[in-house]
């Protein structure tokens, strides 16, 4: 496996391996700290796609001021140990220079989505985030790109910047990976002690009660809301940053839950902010 700093290489290998070998190109979006998650995205692009390319970057434009971009979770090595076990053919690991020259003034924003979910409890986020994949899609040009639904909202606003920006690349979304007892995989598990480690679950079990709720019979936003209001209400240890019901394309409230609907929550477990959601399906 081969590791990449610049742009130049890493568009160098996507069109060889196009142009040479007949390969699609199959791209792996990361911050690092690759998990069991990540590895299921691997896997999934090197099922899918001849050549598979994963980028490892902490990107600091998606990071507020007062949010954990220093402190976020790096172990490099460990990394492209993963990322070669499962199958990628390269790394691509920029420097922050490289993906955002000296001056640098250009941005992506998505109206409207980019403030929603996270992106309204995390002012710039999302921006930060279309910014930084549409960098890496036009520098890797690949045909699929593969995301995890845990970060539902954030696949809305890139399908949305893909679709806007007529970009060739197909967005592929994979299931979230889950422990033996429900937490969804994140990076950012790492910083729970033992305690927060227990009150985290809270997250999976609000998401199971609304997926419990839907297949009852319920459809009322209102009533999804509640229960897993209820849910947190229990493990005071856990600060809820929202609770929502929503239409997947637009991340705007929908009334009435159907197939395809997300339910969505966001709490904050200690001072480490979680995640999770559900597509409610029968």
């Not at 499962?86 to 003034?105: I, M, Q, R």
């Not at 995390?122 to 890797?140: D, E, Q, S, W, Y």
Request: aromatic share 8%; hydrophobic share 45%; net charge negative.
């Amino acid at each position: 496996m081969e590791i990449l700093r610049t742009v130049a290489e890493l568009r160098k290998w996507s069109r060889l391996e196009r142009n040479d070998s007949g390969n699609a190109i199959g791209l792996v979006p990361t911050m690092g700290a690759l998990h069991e998650g990540h590895a299921s995205l691997i896997r999934a692009a090197v099922a899918s796609c001849g050549a598979v390319g994963v980028s490892i970057f902490v990107n600091p434009t998606q990071f507020g001021p007062n949010e954990d971009f220093a402190r976020y979770p790096r172990s490099f090595d460990a990394d492209c140990a993963l990322a070669e076990r499962e199958g990628a053919d390269v790394v691509f690991a920029p420097s922050v220079e490289e993906l955002y020259p000296l001056g640098a003034a250009t941005f992506v924003e998505v109206e409207g989505l980019s403030g929603r979910l996270d992106g309204k409890s995390r002012p710039g986020h999302f921006r930060g985030v279309a910014t930084v994949v549409t960098k890496l899609l036009i520098a890797a040009e690949p045909d699929q790109a593969f995301f995890g639904q845990k970060d539902a909202a954030q696949v809305a606003v890139l399908r949305r910047m893909v679709t806007d920006s007529r970009l060739a690349t197909e967005i592929v979304v994979c299931p979230i990976v889950r422990e033996a007892d429900g937490l969804a995989l994140s990076s950012r598990n790492v910083y729970l002690s033992v305690d927060e480690r227990a009150w985290a679950l809270t997250l999976s079990h609000a998401v199971g009660a609304a997926e419990a709720l839907f297949k009852s019979g319920e459809r009322s936003s209102q009533k999804f809301v509640e229960a897993a209001g209820e849910v947190f209400a229990a493990v005071s240890k856990v600060r809820v940053d929202y609770i929502a019901l929503v239409d997947w394309a637009t991340l705007e409230p929908v009334e009435v839950a159907a197939p395809g609907s997300l339910f969505a929550v966001a709490a904050y477990v200690g001072s480490t902010r979680l995640i999770d959601n559900t597509i409610l399906s029968l």
